[in-house]
Structures are given as C-alpha cells and as structure tokens.
C-alpha cells in the first residue's frame, strides 16, 4: 500500500537523521576543552586514580575507535553507563523520560486547543477585540523566556496566591501512585488513585502553560493566518452560496482545510517543547529528562548527555513521522 | 409589470474599502430578470460582473460594502432581510455556480458529501438520510455523470474540469431554484467541453423553469443562448437589451466597439480594440466612466453622469447621446 511504502521510507531517512545527529553528538562532547575525570574526581585526585578511572571509563583509547563502539553500543540499544549515576544510560532514561513524556504531551494539548481555538476565534472576528488579544497573547508567548515566565507564574500563582501547588510532580506528602507507565496521570487512573490524580493534575496545570505557551502562541498565528486565507477560497463562497450557517461554514469546511498547516507546526513545536523541558523542568524541580541532561552537563557526564540528546531526536523524528500521517489523512491529495 | 419580474436590481452600490483608498466598484446598477429568463451580463474584467452576482446572494465579504440601492427577489427586498432569512434565499430559491469548478468544490470533502449537505439544507432532511442519497444520485444522473454511486465517494481533485462542473450544476440544480448565478461557468473550460455544459444549463433550466443570470465576456456565448443582454462597463450598466436589438443596433458606443473586437471568420483587417484601458475605480472618471475612451464624447459626457433612457421598446442605454435627443426632442 502507499501509505506503508511512505512509512517505509520514512523511517529508513530517520535512522539516516539519527546517524548524523549521534555524530553531531558525539563530536561536541568529546572535542570540547573540558576534563570528565576532572569534573568527576576534583581537581586534587592522585594522577594514578585518575589514570585508572580514564581506562575503566575507556577515554584512554583513541576518538575514532571510542566512536566507533559507542555506535556500536547504541545499534545493540546499549548508551553506555552514566558517570554520574553508575546505571546504564537507558535504564536512567527509562526512568526519567516519562516525566517529560507528560509534560510535553500535558503541553502539546494545552498548546493545540488553545491555539487553533485562539487562531480561528481571532480569524473569524478579524481587527475585533479577540484577534487584538490573540495578538498580544501571541507576541508575548514567543518573546518571553520560559524560565521566566515560569518564576513570575510560580511567584503570583503558588507563592502569593496559593491557588496551585508548588514544583514537583506531586505534594511531598501524598504517596505516588504505583508505578506503571511512569506518567503520574496515567498511573493513578490505572489504579483507581483518585487523590494522586488529581493532585498530579492540578501540579502539570503551570508547567504545561509554561511550557506550551510559546507553541500556543505559533500554532495560534498559523491558523489565524491559515484560516484567513481559506475563508478565502471560492469552496467557501459555495459553502455559504448553500446557505450554510456561517458557524457551519467554518466548522465543516474551512477548519479542516486550515488545520493542515498548522499540523506541521504542531510536529515542529513538540520538538521544541523536548528542548524547553529542560529549563521548565529546572524550574518546576520535575524529575524528567531535561533535568537529567542539565545535571548530567553539570558534571560532564558525556553517557548521560549523548544518550539523552539521542533519545529525544529519536522520539522528535518519531512524532513528525506521526504529524506527516496524520497530514496525508487530513488532505486527500496527499494521498495519491 | 412589477410582478411579473423575478428580479429588479435598483441602484446598487457596492464599494471597496482598500489601503488604497474607497473602490466604487458598483456605480448605481439597474437591470431586471423575468421569469424563465436567460439573462446575460456582458463586460470585461473588473467591471462589476462578479461583484453584482455576489451583491444578488449577498455574499460580498470585507471589505466590501452595499451602501444603497434594492435587490427586489420575487416580491421581497433582499438587502432588507435578516441574515437567518437570506439564508433560506440561499438556500432554496438562487443558486451560483463559479468560473473555476474545481476550486468551488471543498477538497477535502467527499463529492456526495457536499451534494447531500446542499440537499439537506434545501429540503430540510437529515444529510445521511437514504432519501438524501437518492435525491443526489437523481440529479447526478440528470447532469449526465455516470456512475453517480461510485463518483459520491470521489474527492473533487479525482474529478476534471467538466465533471466539476457538472457536480457544481447539480448543487446548485437539486434545490429547484427560481434563480441561477452563473459567474462565467465555462471559463475555465475546453471549448468542446464548454459547448456541453452550456447545453446542459440550458436544457436543465427550461425543465426546472430557472431563470438564469449568466457573467460571461464571451459575445458568441450570450447570442446563442441569452434571451436578454445587460452590458456592463466600470461598475455601470450601460445598455440593455434582447439579444437581436443589441447584435444588430447596438447604441453605446462601448457595445458597438465590443461587438467590433469579435474576430470574424474571413476578417483580412486587423482587429477593431477600443482604446485605453478599464478606469482605476478609487479615482473613476466623472461623468459618464466612458468618455476617456469614447470616440464620440462631448463637453457633457465628464460632466454628468448619464440617466439610462428607453430608445426603443425594451431596449435601454445610458449615453449622452441619447438623453439630448431625448431632451431636444
């Protein structure tokens, strides 16, 4: 079939992108005029000690052979053993992604309703009060830095006002849920754990704005844009020719046209919500991966860093392949 | 008289507001359908064809305007109505088919699924009712398309031109209106193509008895299937009449140099053009809108606008020329 032909080809240019993104990785994290062992052992350590960590670690050998394991290492699904936290790399990840899993799709909700309703309400009143609003909304969405905005939220909505809890992904003194999946969410519903359901809820409200808010704000002026063009085309003027409702018009026949660049963008900004992760999650004390990686530069520890990086491309890659289906499904032509 | 008119269009004034300043796209038209009446509006681009049949449905968007003048549909004066009520208009009693069939079809909607939503909205049955269905495989089968089962699952890009058409004839034909709009509906078309959906017009008008506004700038279509003609020119009506008067006496000098740009077979001379170029309407002449481009224009052509005169039966225009002899006389 031509769909699964497409998907095919897809995935064969993804592990292409990998390959050079594992490169691009490694390359940078071993060039860079920095000392792992130095960062690991202090600066006074006995230069036996530090000779013995550099063949345990196998930095002693030289960059091409080094990469070539480590290529290697990752084709089997081996990232290599962390510096800091003595576990496989994979193991840490599997741990701490889905915390940043949650997050980013909390966001990538929050994001797309928000987004495409503030899109097609500021299209539709176009130069009236709501599409003024979007606007401002959006500008100051895309300007502010996360950590930023984060601290003000944090500062109004948690420290004056009370109404939100803390960071964290839950109160300390709740039990967390047993753990399934890894999201709280899904964990606690799958268990019957009300309390811990609502508790982690209400803890995702402020870090999924903050970090959706920039991608709010994109996906909001692609589709006021996108909608203004396809209001219009001349199917629209027959749509209305019909004497469709103009609610109608724009629910049945402009949206779904308007909506097809704004999937697109939806692909490209969940990338950027991985990469916001790590100043969000810094910010908010959410144990995910962005703090994993963040920690991980802290002390050099190259594993946790390159293992992170790759995971994300990967999962980044995956969810455009995702967005690219979901186009080919939303417009009819793409399928030919 | 006036009842037994479909349609009167009094004074219609339709403008633009643009960064570059107020468009006076519709300058005062006047024209009239009768019942069962083929009626085609003839002018070159920018004229205001477009922008009248659009006014008809009132579907001119932002930032366009009416600012004056009546649209009299049956009885009713259209640019008085509620929007829930010129709704039911649209629905039911005028239907308007567009210049390119293939971008007026949604494309990401099924073909029967638009079909059946015009017919839902027209007769007031529920789209994916079974009596729905039959009532598009019914009107598909009348506007000749084979196969009007397999074609409703079809997406318009799936279609060609002429088949897009077809389906736009059967959207707008399915509801059984008093009016159709055709804003220049073979355009887009090969000739051979163009022939047979003019045919199918007007063979499925006479039996639905639809009178039909037709928007062309093809002279040879409006003599072979108009009843009446209006000529158009820079937002302005400037003669009327049935098809024989204005082919064989034409008056306005604007129609006589139109006629004279038709290229006729065995012609050796190169072709008559009427000199100059349409008038930019955010600053339109005065006067008559013509006079720039008028062989015949005198001292009072920029100065007054023009009254539209009967000078024969039926038969109208809108030219200084006229409206002295009619004073001196």
Redesign the interface.
């Known amino acids: 079939m031509n769909l699964l032909n497409f998907i095919v080809r897809r995935l064969l240019l993804m592990v292409l992108v990998l390959f050079g993104v594992l490169c691009i990785v490694f390359i940078i994290a071993n060039v860079i005029p920095a000392d792992p062992i130095g960062a690991l052992l202090g600066g006074n350590a006995p230069p036996e000690v530090v000779d013995e960590y550099k063949k345990k670690l196998g930095l002693d050998k030289p960059l091409a052979e080094r990469f070539v394991s480590y290529l290697l290492g990752v084709l089997r699904g081996d990232l290599g053993v962390s510096f800091r936290t003595n576990r496989p790399v994979l193991e840490d990840i599997k741990k701490f992604f889905p915390a940043t899993m949650e997050l980013a799709i909390a966001a990538t909700i929050l994001s797309v309703i928000l987004g495409i309703w503030l899109g097609v309400a500021s299209a539709v009143n ?1 130069n009236k009060g709501i599409d003024h609003f979007a606007r401002v909304f959006s500008i100051l969405g895309v300007s502010m830095p996360v950590f930023w905005t984060g601290l003000l939220l944090l500062l109004i909505f948690y420290y004056k006002l009370d109404i939100l809890p803390g960071p964290g992904r839950l109160d300390i003194f709740l039990t967390p849920p047993k753990r399934i999946t890894g999201s709280i969410v899904i964990d606690s519903l799958l268990t019957g754990n009300w309390e811990a359901l609502k508790n982690g809820l209400l803890h995702l409200i402020m870090p999924a704005f903050v970090l959706g808010y920039s991608a709010t704000a994109s996906i909001a002026r692609i589709t006021r844009a996108s909608m203004l063009d396809v209001l ?4 629209i ?9 103009e609610r109608k018009v724009v629910r ?2 402009a949206l ?2 308007a909506l097809i660049p704004t999937v697109t963008i939806i692909g490209l900004t969940f990338g950027s919500l991985l990469e916001g992760a790590v100043l969000t999650e810094t910010v908010f004390s959410w144990p995910g991966l962005g703090r994993y990686i963040t920690n991980g530069y802290l002390v050099l520890d190259y594993p946790a860093v390159m293992g992170g990086t790759l995971y994300i491309a990967f999962i980044y890659s995956l969810v455009n392949l995702i967005v690219d289906i979901i186009y080919a499904f ?4 793409m399928r ?1 | 008289m006036e009842d037994s008119k479909l349609l009167s269009v009094r004074n219609l004034r339709v403008i633009f507001r643009t960064y570059r300043g107020i468009v006076k796209a519709l300058n005062g038209v006047n024209f009239e359908i009768g019942r069962e009446e083929f009626v085609g509006i003839v002018g070159e681009t920018g004229c205001g064809k477009s922008v009248t049949a ?1 006014s008809i ?1 009132r ?1 001119i ?2 930032p366009g305007e009416i600012i004056d003048g009546e649209i009299i549909f049956d009885g009713t004066d259209l640019l008085k109505l509620s929007e829930d009520d010129m ?6 009693e005028i ?2 088919i ?1 210049q ?1 069939p293939k ?7 099924k073909v029967g699924t638009q079909l059946k ?2 017919v839902s ?2 007769d007031g049955i529920p789209q994916k009712s079974r009596e729905a269905e039959e009532k598009v495989m019914d009107i598909l089968d009348a506007v000749g398309l084979p196969d009007p089962k397999g074609l409703m699952n079809k ?1 318009p ?1 799936e279609l060609s031109g002429g088949m897009a058409q077809r389906v ?1 004839i059967a ?1 707008g034909l399915l509801k059984k209106p008093k009016l159709l709009i055709a804003d220049e509906p073979t355009s887009a078309l090969d000739v051979t193509i163009q022939a047979q959906i003019l045919n199918l017009i007007k063979d499925l008008v006479s039996k639905f008895r639809t009178s039909v506004l037709f928007i062309t700038h093809d002279l040879g279509v409006v003599a072979e299937y108009s009843d009446r003609v209006v000529i158009m020119y820079a937002g302005n009506v400037v003669e009327i009449g049935d098809v024989y008067t204005i082919f064989r006496n034409p008056v306005h000098p604007y129609t006589k140099g139109l006629l004279n740009a038709v290229p006729r077979i065995g012609q050796r001379e190169p072709l008559e053009t009427i000199p100059g170029i349409v008038p930019d309407l955010v600053h339109p002449p005065s006067g008559c809108r013509f006079h720039p481009r008028c062989s015949k224009a005198m001292e009072v052509c920029s100065k007054e606008f023009p009254e539209m005169v009967e000078v024969e039966k039926d038969h109208f225009v809108a030219c200084h020329l006229f409206t002295r002899g009619e004073k001196n006389g």
């Open positions: 176009r219009r085309q001349e199917y003027t027959t749509a209305r020719s019909k004497g469709l409702e049945n026949h779904r046209n939303l417009d009819p032509r030919v | 659009l449905m579907l968007q932002q709704r039911k208009v649209r629905g039911k239907a308007m567009f390119e971008v007026s079809l949604n494309p990401v909607l939503e015009a909205i027209a997406y890009h736009m959207m």
